[in-house]
């Protein structure tokens, strides 16, 4: 006869009969009951906490584009206002209503050409001493004339963000544009090395009189920052920053302009 043991409390019995009438009346049946209500309500509890979860980040990512999308619209007034200011002519056409029910940062990024890093290096090659000499500010300003021409927008000047397309078409946000210089002296730190040490060597051999004492200066600075970068550093520069900024702002101008007036934008 084979023994029989209760569901409940693990209680082995000889007879069937007998276990099937313990369990009836086993205490542990309720407490088992109780602890799986409370754990079926735990499950429902946590799914729900999870689903609140979901809602908040949902709504912190919407507060996050609007704060965007804000800031993306303070640059374009301001940069506007400071035109006027300055007495330069802006299209009437251009009010901010328009800018605010049109524009997005994704519609102007459309236009925007993509930045090739292999377009940077080739024109670096042609980097001149008049350049050097000016240090980063010289690098910044070289770049943005060739390489980065047209290539980058300004979309929030405040808090300095940047914003580019890269060769897969995706939208890159860059504070202070520091994965571009980075990348940028990181992928051309010997060519820059080069041009930096022949440019001071000759400096040194040839000044008279302290002549080019502020322009050594620039170019000892601009070899200690790609030296950091070449030891995988991350650096910043306010002069790369603010230059390559400001040229974000001539070109995100320049491409709501243009496609305003031709009514490219969609509405």
């Not at 409370?38 to 979860?53: A, H, R, T």
């Not at 060769?167 to 820059?192: A, E, H, M, V, Y």
């Not at 620039?218 to 306010?238: A, F, P, R, Y």
Request: one cysteine or more.
């Amino acid at each position: 006869m084979s023994s029989k043991i209760c569901e409940h409390c693990q209680k082995q019995f000889s007879l069937k009969q007998n276990c099937v009438r313990h369990e009836k009346t086993c205490r542990f049946k309720s407490v088992k009951q109780e602890l799986e209500k409370k754990c079926q309500d735990s499950s429902v509890l946590l799914k729900q906490l999870e689903e609140k979860d979901e809602q908040l980040l949902q709504k912190d990512k919407q507060l996050q584009e609007k704060d965007e999308q804000i800031a993306f619209l303070k640059t374009i007034i301001g940069s506007n206002v400071g035109k006027q200011k300055q007495g330069k002519t802006i299209n009437n056409n251009i009010n901010n209503n328009i800018i605010i029910n049109n524009i997005t940062t994704k519609d102007v990024a459309e236009f925007l050409e993509p930045i090739k890093f292999e377009e940077i290096k080739s024109a670096l090659q042609d980097l001149n001493y008049k350049h050097i000499r000016k240090g980063m500010k010289g690098i910044a300003e070289y770049l943005c004339e060739n390489a980065l021409n047209g290539k980058i927008i300004t979309t929030d000047s405040s808090r300095d963000i940047l914003a580019y397309n890269t060769n897969q078409k995706k939208l890159i946000r860059d504070p202070k544009g520091s994965f571009l210089l980075n990348k940028t002296l990181r992928d051309n730190s010997d060519i820059l090395l080069d041009k930096i040490t022949k440019e001071n060597q000759w400096m040194q051999d040839n000044q008279s009189d302290d002549e080019f004492e502020g322009e050594i200066r620039n170019v000892e600075m601009l070899n200690s920052i790609v030296k950091n970068v070449q030891k995988n550093k991350t650096v910043e520069n306010n002069e790369f920053c603010n230059i390559v900024k400001k040229s974000g702002i001539n070109t995100l101008n320049k491409i709501i302009h243009d496609n305003i007036e031709t009514n490219q934008l969609e509405e």
